[in-house]
């Protein structure tokens, strides 16, 4: 399944870049994430609560940062698996300056399999545009508020 869209974010392009590879700030805004953990060299280990339909689980896995040019562009690749099925994914992020703010704009394929792959295109479709929106939605707000 190929994924695509932007976003623009109330950020300059450097601190926009520095989030988007920031755990905590991450793990807030990933919806369902539990838990992510750095445990490599631009590498993470993830635990998300993902429910599409009837089906729900918990999924294990890994979010790698790959093919990176500061502030322009990386590549993210993501994996996983649960009861339910797996995911394999890797997505490109272009960040475009845009008077004091940032168009992130992203581009990628997306594996599923397992009983999770019966819920059918249509539905997995509307459920990741309906994720990365409020991924987006949840970075913009953690990137605008104070550091304690």
Known sequence: MKISGSYTVPI???????????????????????HLEKIGEDEYEMKMKMAIASFSGLFTGKVKIADAHPPDNFMLLVEGSGKVG???????????????????????????GGTIAAVGQRLLESTSKMIIKKFFEKFAEAATQPTT
């Open 86 to 112: 797996f995911l394999k994914g890797s997505g490109l992020l272009n960040l475009t300056p845009q008077e004091g703010a940032t168009e992130v704009k992203y581009e990628g394929d997306v594996q599923v």
């Open 12 to 34: 300059p392009r450097d601190e926009a870049y520095k989030l988007l590879q920031d755990p905590v700030i991450l793990a807030k805004c990933m919806p369902g994430t539990d």
